[in-house]
């Protein structure tokens, strides 16, 4: 009788099926997809705490943002001009953010026109309460020479080691214009999460100014994802995205640069992607800027396995080969890669770099087209800029030790890419993620590197 009617009903038994299919994938990812992690009620201070420094649309201009309290109060900002009697006050803004764990008052102010080459004090201050001072440089060179440091996925653990990352990067880049986080920089959406994220900061967000874009851990879970307010309320960027806040992208010049962030969702809004394509090829086509930087959460060529980021590759890729974007930096899938185009048997732009500093490392697709990878290992990103070549090296964060380095050479109207890194082998330590499977799924892994291994001297 079954048969009969499949027989007779093949079109309609197909379609049961694959529904039947769906409803299985789903139930299978609901929690993966929509169950929210409870947080802890928790208190603000009655006094200024998580102060952070950043840097607003241009590079003579700051942005200062804390938190304190629960009601919104006179608040500003204390700046003071090393060596003179200049002693000025700006007013801060306040918002009140709300979260299941409690709330509290987040405050922003922007400051322009600041002097190239000079040292500043500050401290911010709410309702007579004022923090500490902090310092910050106002670097001479923003043009055509500067650097910066780039960190991936961070997903640190409560009580983790990436304030030691900090630390070491504070002390031996003193000079570096800002840090950059591609996203996921605290495990959850949770007060715990960014407590940690600032405590293992310690003063170094107060005065080193720091760029992000959210990603997907910064999101709660849900359809579509919403971003957490607090990730909005510290991280008050250029308003000049495709709406009135910064949580779908913006973007600024730096010196030579054209900095551009974009926020990917997997789950996106068809009208928000829309939204963000139109808008990033109109700044793209109209910069006058030589240099083309872009910071993405997901990757444009995942290197984890069994990753496909299609909004990444199908919305925003066609644009980074059309308007020739000199580097791609990404995040997400917790491996190194580093991947070019080729023309003609030649490296062109975009470089693709995905990286990660966490502790939490996934397994690679080792069969990738990526022209260096590495698993099980943390590592930052430092890029100099200095005319006409951009210098991209990569380092291990517990030793420093040189992992990659890339030159891009602005050489009249043609871009060279040139790998710098020659007969050194590439570093495939367990991943976390292999650490809990089975005895064959490690085995695998250690055939697939062979086959890699094999594959590069062949």
């Known amino acids: ?32 997809w929509f169950r929210n992690m409870p947080e802890d009620p928790y208190s603000v201070l009655t006094v200024p705490e998580q102060i952070l420094l950043s840097i607003g649309d241009s590079d003579t201009s700051r942005a200062f943002t804390w938190r304190c309290d629960t009601i919104v109060q006179n608040s500003w900002v204390t700046l003071v001009r090393e060596n003179t009697n200049d002693t000025l006050y700006y007013k801060a803004s306040g918002v009140i953010v709300g979260t299941p764990g409690g709330k509290g008052v987040y405050y922003g102010c922007l400051i322009d026109s600041l002097k190239k080459g000079e040292n500043y004090r500050y401290s911010v201050t709410t309702a ?59 495990e959850r959406y949770l007060e715990e999460y960014w407590t940690e994220w600032f405590n293992a900061m310690d003063t ?24 957490d307010p607090r990730w909005t309320a510290h991280f008050r960027y250029p308003e000049n995205g495709i709406d009135e806040t910064s949580r779908y992208g913006n973007v600024r010049n730096y010196g030579d640069v054209l900095l551009v962030s974009l926020t990917t969702f997997e ?39 069994s990753r496909f980021n299609p909004f990444s590759r199908w919305i925003f890729n066609p644009l980074f080969e059309k308007y020739n974007v000199d580097l791609v930096l990404q995040g997400h899938d917790h491996g190194y890669g580093r991947r070019t185009r080729m023309e003609d048997g030649k490296a062109i732009p975009p470089l693709y770099i995905v990286t990660c500093c966490s502790p939490k490392t996934y397994v690679p697709s080792l069969d990738s087209p990526f022209d260096r990878m590495a698993s ?70 250690k055939e697939q590197i062979r086959k890699r291994q094999e594959k590069q001297h062949t």
């Open 1 to 32: 009788m079954i048969f009969g009617f499949i027989k007779r009903h093949k079109g309609l038994t197909i379609t049961i099926v694959i529904l039947l299919g769906l409803c299985f994938f789903c139930m299978k990812n609901w929690e993966k």
């Open 128 to 186: 007579g309460k004022q923090s500490d001072w902090f310092s910050f440089y106002m670097p001479e060179q923003t043009d055509s020479r500067f650097s910066f440091i780039y960190l991936g996925d961070i997903q640190d653990s409560i009580h983790g080691k990436t304030g030691d990352i900090y630390h070491m990067l504070a002390k031996n880049y003193p000079d570096t214009h800002f840090w950059l986080f591609g996203g996921d920089m605290v």
């Open 204 to 227: 170094i967000a107060s005065q080193v100014p720091i760029l992000s874009i959210p990603g997907n851990h910064e999101h709660y879970k849900g359809f579509p994802k919403k971003l």
């Open 267 to 305: 789950f996106p809004s068809p009208v928000v992607l829309w939204q963000q394509y139109w808008w990033l090829d109109n700044i793209l086509r109209n910069t006058r800027q030589p240099w083309k930087i872009v910071t993405m959460h997901h990757p444009v060529y995942s290197i984890a396995k």
């Open 376 to 445: 099980g290992i943390k590592l930052y990103q430092q890029i100099r800029l200095n005319g006409d070549t951009l210098f991209y090296t990569s380092y291990t964060t517990d030793d420093r030790q040189l992992y990659d380095s890339v030159l891009i050479i602005k050489d009249k109207e043609r871009v060279i890419i040139e790998p710098d890194i020659i007969n050194t082998p590439e570093i495939f330590e367990m991943p976390t993620r292999l650490l809990y499977k089975e005895e064959k799924d490690r085995i695998k892994f």
